[in-house]
């Protein structure tokens, strides 16, 4: 089987691509020439990466053509929350305009080709605690401009399938983390500053922002997992949350962090990695994805917390070598 991933390597898509190599399959990959590949550099010889801007169509349209996949999965996006503030016209276009021109190649092919499209919870926006965990039927009301423009993708797709069949899934994944995610997500952002702080390259002050808000956090190998698993299983046109159906506040989270460390660390709230729309809880229903697919989560936060702080314990070795 052919496999297309879009964002292969970013974060999510390098592991995602691990996943699908165990299955035996070919992988294709799509990313920017300007791209890091350190995410996917122990398995570049099993893939092939090739340097495409999907916003554009003609070019996107012709690569895809030439490699005739059987699936796509489609993760290619700007994915921080925080940053879309700044730069809403560049996280509307690109992701707009990267879903819209697969779905728009994907209709006019002549075989039929599955498509995964990699949402995300922030679609929802604001929800009451009682009105969690969220199901798929809730609304769409974000309220960040990357928020919308998974809306709009999740939308988009839903239109593809009613219209004109399109063989789609609509993946709406709750925060993850793991090993190899960048700076900008708040995990990364606290782990890579205990660890400075462990090299003493920091003060021994933490920067945080918003501690109260609560999030349902996957490890990133159980969320690929559950990727693959839609793709064989899920119905087409449906979406699906990816998640553990447990919520914990960023406070909790960073307590566990502390705790694997043995410097004495303080916390000061930094305004400036405050947004001006936050979202104070964000926790979903897995029952639909575990129905369709059988999918359980395998890996505790513990467990992926712990991985993250010595991945950039390594990372800061390695970059002092
Ligand atoms: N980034 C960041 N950095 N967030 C912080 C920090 C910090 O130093 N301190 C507190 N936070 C708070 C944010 O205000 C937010 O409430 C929460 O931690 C989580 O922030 P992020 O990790 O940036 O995640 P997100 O929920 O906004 O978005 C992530 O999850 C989505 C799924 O819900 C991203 O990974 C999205 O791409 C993903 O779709």
Redesign the pocket.
């Known amino acids: 089987m052919k496999v297309l991933i879009t964002g292969i390597a970013g974060f999510a898509g390098s592991y995602l691509a691990e996943e699908v190599l165990k299955k035996g399959d070919e992988v294709f990959g799509i990313c920017l020439a300007c791209e890091s590949l350190e995410n996917v550099a122990k398995i570049k010889k099993q893939i092939r990466i090739l340097h495409e801007d999907i916003t554009d169509l003609d070019q996107i349209s012709r690569r895809v053509k030439k490699i005739n996949p059987d699936q796509i999965y489609h993760l290619a996006?700007l994915?921080?929350?925080?940053e879309s503030f700044s730069k809403p016209v560049e996280m509307i276009e690109n992701n707009f305009r990267g879903t819209l021109n697969l779905l728009e190649i994907i209709r006019k092919l002549k075989w039929p080709t599955r498509i995964l499209i990699a949402?995300?919870?922030?679609m929802y926006g604001i929800v009451k605690p009682e009105e969690t965990p969220i199901k798929e039927e809730r609304s769409l009301l974000p309220v960040?401009p990357?928020?919308v423009s998974?809306a709009a993708g999740d939308l988009l797709a839903y239109q593809y399938f009613k219209s004109y069949g399109v063989n789609v899934i609509r993946a709406r994944?709750?925060?993850?983390?793991g090993p190899g995610?960048r700076?900008?997500?708040?995990?990364?952002?606290?782990a890579s500053q205990i660890a400075r702080i462990e090299k003493s390259h920091l003060s021994p002050v933490l920067?945080?922002?918003?501690?109260?808000?609560?999030?349902?956090l996957s490890d990133v190998r159980d969320v690929v997992r559950a990727y693959t698993a839609l793709m064989a299983k899920g119905k087409a046109g449906e979406a699906y949350n990816i998640c553990m159906q447990k919520a914990y506040s960023?406070e909790h989270m960073?307590n566990i962090l502390c705790s694997l460390s043995k410097k004495r660390i303080s916390i000061q709230i930094?305004e400036k990695?405050?947004?001006p729309a936050?979202?104070?809880i964000?926790s979903g229903n897995n029952s639909k994805l575990k129905k369709a697919t059988g999918w359980k989560p395998k890996i505790p936060i513990e467990k992926t917390l712990e991985d993250t702080l010595d991945y950039w314990r390594k990372k800061l070795m390695t970059n002092d070598e």
Request: charged residues 20%.
């Open positions: 996006a994915s921080s929350v925080g949402g995300s919870c922030d960040s990357y928020g998974k994944a709750f925060n993850h983390t995610q700076t900008g997500f708040v995990i990364p952002d606290l920067k945080v922002g918003n501690l109260s808000s609560q999030r349902d960023i960073l930094d990695r405050n947004r936050e979202i104070p964000l």
